[in-house]
């Protein structure tokens, strides 16, 4: 899991530009947006703060206050972080998936009646 698909993530939630998320803006809808963000990767990627600082361009204190703050909030943060879960692990499956039936399309192993096998590749 990247941080560069969280990030998608986020920006698609919110309908916001990644740009705008790791901005220092100050804008409500962005700030919330942002605050997701780094609780996600504090949380499922579990990055330290000073790293989440490091490549948000934003103070690991400032970093630390948001995850803590959209961690206090009500449920709505709640089932705001439950559905980008689900969207995660919805996209894992279907990129394991799909690199399974890869390696089937790629190549077939055929047992030989001798007891011995061979793989053949398409």
């Known amino acids: ?3 560069d698909y969280l990030l998608m993530l986020v920006a698609k ?4 530009t990644k740009q705008e998320i790791l901005s220092k803006t100050r804008r409500a809808d962005v700030v919330r947006a942002r605050s997701l963000y780094w609780h996600l990767l ?9 790293r989440i600082g490091r490549i948000t361009g ?9 995850v803590a703050k959209f961690d206090a909030e009500s449920p709505t943060s709640k089932q705001e972080y439950k559905k980008i879960h689900l969207d995660m692990v919805k996209y894992i499956h279907e990129r394991l998936m ?6 089937k399309a790629a ?3 055929i047992l030989k009646p ?3 096998w061979e793989e053949k590749g398409e």
Do not use: F, N
């Not at 934003?58 to 948001?66: A, C, E, L, R």
């Not at 799909?98 to 390696?103: G, H, S, T």
């Open 107 to 109: 190549k077939t192993v």
């Open 98 to 103: 799909a690199k399974r039936d890869k390696k």
């Open 42 to 50: 504090r949380h499922v990627a579990d990055w330290s703060y000073p």
């Open 13 to 16: 939630k919110y309908k916001l």
């Open 58 to 66: 934003h103070d690991h204190t400032t970093v630390s206050y948001g």
């Open 114 to 116: 001798d007891g011995t």
């Open 1 to 3: 899991m990247t941080e």
